[in-house]
């Protein structure tokens, strides 16, 4: 149906030639790129059928600029106890070795496997009807942010690790920020050819989204940098067949929403709520409120305040959080993921915006078109103000527990209603109200 666009009816949400509001829900993890040792190639087929389960439509692709080790966040089963990442985005053509062992980088050649993947991917997500943010630098790749594990000797910009004589780190302070500050034309115009080169390989794709960069590094001046990068995409995809939306995540650490909510990016990720107003399309993200953590309450409540999508972000092999278990609130918050897309795609979500109190008791509403979304967060009844409405209206209810759907409760317009909790629900509950 086209490649996702802001709709011009209601800019909370993407929409694409259908004209309806398209939800983003989903689930990320940090291989679902680039195979990971000890754990060895990410079994993606294996991914894509948990997201199809769970009701996901939306997927966020991973990358890491260097060869090992990722990060310092520590912990058995997280990615820093990792030896090595491939498939790399350059060629490792040397001579000589670089910091990892391996052969140096030759920054003018594109390894054929790290694109042919990428686009292979979004081609397998798309074919279940799931979009793909493809993740274009990361932040956790160019410093160690206080962790334990610094992946700055291994990056490709290192000028001990490639052969093109390309310093990413001219103060010597032992850090790349330099690669995410516009202060190096070089590097510029690597980080602008490899764009293009990406572009190249998935502009023909509807379900594709571009993210600047995971986390940027906001302590080194990023953000004229992230907005050269949105510039560089929206200018070259401008003389393409198809232009795809751009996603800009917040700084870390010192993040400032204010800054996504005025750049040119069509959609945002936060690190806490800003007002949804139609400003930007907002896609919450656990990573940037939480790090590890999130809830079904935090979704629905998200959900109900106009976000254009949610997604949760999490290990896979549940070595490092554990989540198997029947009933845990991270699995409970993945099912809920799918639940409220199945919500948003059953009700008119583009002619729908946030109420908060005006409609329903609870605070948590949607509302538009005769039609309303509630969310209820504790146990029991609540109001609905149905009296400039008229007829007779149908109930949907969804239990946060465990998916159960309850329509046994039909109202009418005309006055104040009560919804009434189902029997044997001790849980929150939400709502959709439509004739």
């Known amino acids: ?44 087929d294996d991914y894509l059928d948990d997201l199809a389960i769970w009701g996901h439509n939306f997927i966020k692709l991973w990358i890491w600029e260097q060869p090992k ?79 334990s594990t610094d992946p700055w000797p291994y990056h490709p910009f290192k000028i001990s690790n490639n052969i093109n004589s390309i310093d990413g780190d001219p103060n010597t302070d032992g850090d790349g920020y330099e690669t995410q500050n516009h202060s190096i034309q070089a590097i510029l115009d690597l980080q602008d050819a490899y764009v293009e080169h990406l572009i190249d390989a998935i502009n023909d794709l509807d379900n594709v989204m571009y993210e600047i960069c995971n986390e940027p590094v906001g302590n080194a001046g990023s953000n004229a940098w992230v907005a050269h990068v949105i510039d560089k995409i929206q200018t070259y995809e401008a003389g393409k067949a198809k232009q795809h939306p751009v996603w800009y995540t917040v700084e870390w650490p010192t993040g400032d929403n204010s800054i996504l909510l005025a750049s040119a990016a069509e959609a945002i990720s936060p690190n806490a709520d800003v007002t949804m107003d139609g400003t930007k399309v907002v896609i919450p993200d656990t990573d940037h409120y939480f790090g590890i953590g999130g809830s079904a309450d935090w979704a629905w409540k998200l959900f109900a305040g106009g976000a254009g999508g949610i997604c949760y972000m999490d290990s896979w092999d549940n070595n490092f959080l554990d989540c198997s278990g029947s009933g845990h609130p991270i699995q409970n918050l993945r099912d809920n993921l799918g639940y409220i897309k199945a919500m948003a795609d059953l009700a008119n979500l583009i002619s729908m915006v946030p109420t908060g109190s005006t409609y329903s008791s609870t605070g948590y509403c949607l509302a538009g078109g005769s039609q309303f979304i509630c969310y209820q967060p504790s146990n029991g009844n609540f109001t609905l103000d149905l009296s400039g409405e008229s007829g007779t209206f149908n109930i949907r209810k969804v239990r946060l527990s465990n998916g159960d759907i309850d329509t046994a409760q039909t109202t009418t317009g005309g006055a104040s209603r009560t919804i009434t909790q189902p029997s044997g629900w001790t849980t929150g509950w939400a709502c959709w109200v439509y004739k």
Not at 7 to 26: K, M, Q
Not at 33 to 44: K, L, Y
Not at 83 to 91: Q, R, S, V, Y
């Open 69 to 147: 080790p990722p990060n310092g966040l520590g912990g058995a089963g997280i990615v820093n106890t990792t030896d090595w990442l491939t498939p790399e985005i350059w060629l490792r053509t040397g001579p000589g070795n670089a910091s990892d062992g391996g052969l140096k980088f030759d920054l003018t050649q594109y390894n054929s496997d790290f694109f042919d993947r990428t686009r292979q991917r979004c081609i397998d997500a798309g074919n279940r009807g799931m979009y793909v943010s493809i993740m274009l630098f990361d932040g956790w790749s160019v410093a160690d942010k206080g962790g």
């Open 1 to 44: 149906m086209g490649p996702l666009r802001v709709s011009g009816v209601n800019a909370r949400y993407f929409t694409d030639d259908s004209g309806e509001a398209i939800l983003l829900t989903g689930s990320h993890t940090w291989e679902n790129r680039q195979d990971q040792s000890p754990n060895g190639a990410f079994v993606w």
